[in-house]
């Protein structure tokens, strides 16, 4: 089992960064494809960014690309999010998920909530206008 989590939410100017960490204990990172996501009040858990457990290649949103950066330390078996230039509508609680490769996992995107096994308990980011 993996237990993820997450820091580094805070209040923040439009405008402004955070840098979120997630941190795992019990099994290592190595094996995982990590991702974060975000939900806002009365909305959907919405898909932010993911690296891959296969050499660390990157997706995100549409709507965060140029401002989000998803990295990986498996040393210290620790994913981050460094937002940039935040805007209101980025005020969220963020989460991190890890999702084990398997057969299966050759059709996911990684995209989906469903697709990840471990969550953490989350993180606020409130944006200020």
């Known amino acids: 089992q993996v237990q993820l989590v997450e820091s580094g939410g805070g209040l923040v100017q439009a405008g402004g960064s955070l840098r979120l960490s997630c941190t795992a204990s019990?099994?290592?990172?190595?094996?995982?494809?990590l991702g974060w996501f975000r939900q806002a009040p009365g909305k959907e858990r919405e898909f932010v960014a993911a690296?891959?457990?296969?050499?660390?290649?990157?997706e995100y949103v549409d709507s965060v690309k140029g401002r989000f950066t998803i990295a990986r330390d498996n040393a210290k078996n620790t994913v981050y999010l460094q937002m940039n230039s935040l805007k209101p509508e980025d005020t969220a609680v963020y989460y991190c998920?890890?999702?084990?490769?398997?057969?299966?996992?050759?059709?996911?995107?990684?995209?989906?909530?469903?697709?990840?096994?471990?969550w953490g308990l989350g993180t606020q980011v409130t944006v200020s206008s």
């Open positions: 998920g890890a999702s084990y490769f398997r057969s299966g996992s050759t059709y996911y995107t990684y995209s989906r909530a469903g697709e990840y096994d471990y």
């Open positions: 690296i891959r457990w296969s050499g660390g290649s990157t």
């Open positions: 019990g099994r290592t990172f190595s094996s995982y494809t």
